[in-house]
């Protein structure tokens, strides 16, 4: 999936804020001293080698700014996570808020996630998940009132076989239509609505672990694969020891062999 160009300031921001550190330590230390090193005692070099030296504290200091915004946005989006208790504080959260919460809850599932800091989707992609050589395209809905319809997910389609990615994810606080997961049924799409959002949301929680199969009342859906992240549903043993016996499968069965307990 190509994005659009971003600068070295916004891709430093949504990386971990050591990388701006480190890049800092090296920049001062480069220019303070790995210029005079180079050029050693050569007159002519010398204007060089003072601006550089002049100049390395101001660049280290705004790498240290970049670490120190980048560890404040890291900080901002788990409180997103971190911060949910239900379905009602889900739908009050901002709309590009809600695009970093989304971003958060599934990097924390093992997905490298790609997003945008700017304020829109980017061709309708506002995500962009890796994981296991998968790419999946992901659009965020922040409906508080209108069940997202039919259209957005023929959209979506659309741009997730013209970008040749594996599936698509739309994801929305609220609902679905009747006609928008008819649509979906049998294609390398999925629908997460307010309640399967919200269980992502929770196996995110720190202190909650990702591996866990509970379905509670309040989250009255199917869980997500360990695996792969994809939505799973209730398949039967058909032979073995657990034979008769109901369980969680992938829904991407048999390319995902991901289970939980029932």
Sequence with gaps: MSRRNESVGEILLKSPWWISAVLGVFAFAGLRWGV???????????????????????VALIFGVLAGLSFWFGKRRQGLVDQQTSLESLRVVPWKDFEFLV??????QGYEVDFS?????????????????????????????FSVGAP????MFGLMTAERADDAIIVTSGKFTAEAESFAQGKPIQL?????????????????????STVTAETDAAPFCPFCGKAMVI??????KNAGNKFWGCL???????????
């Design 117 to 145: 800091l700017g304020k829109g989707a980017d061709g309708g992609v506002d995500l962009v998940l890796r994981k296991s050589g998968r790419t999946s395209l992901v659009q965020c809905k922040q409906w508080k009132v």
């Design 36 to 58: 005079h090193a180079y050029f050693g005692d050569s007159k002519m070099a010398q204007p060089i080698v003072t601006v550089a030296s002049n100049y390395a504290p101001f």
């Design 235 to 240: 398949r039967t043993s058909r032979r073995g």
């Design 103 to 108: 971003a958060e809850a599934y990097r924390r």
């Design 252 to 262: 991407d069965y048999p390319r995902c062999r991901g289970t939980r307990d029932v």
């Design 192 to 212: 997460v609505d307010g309640k399967r959002l919200l269980q992502l949301v929770k196996q995110a929680q720190v202190g909650l672990p990702a591996s866990s």
């Design 152 to 155: 957005v997910i023929r959209e």
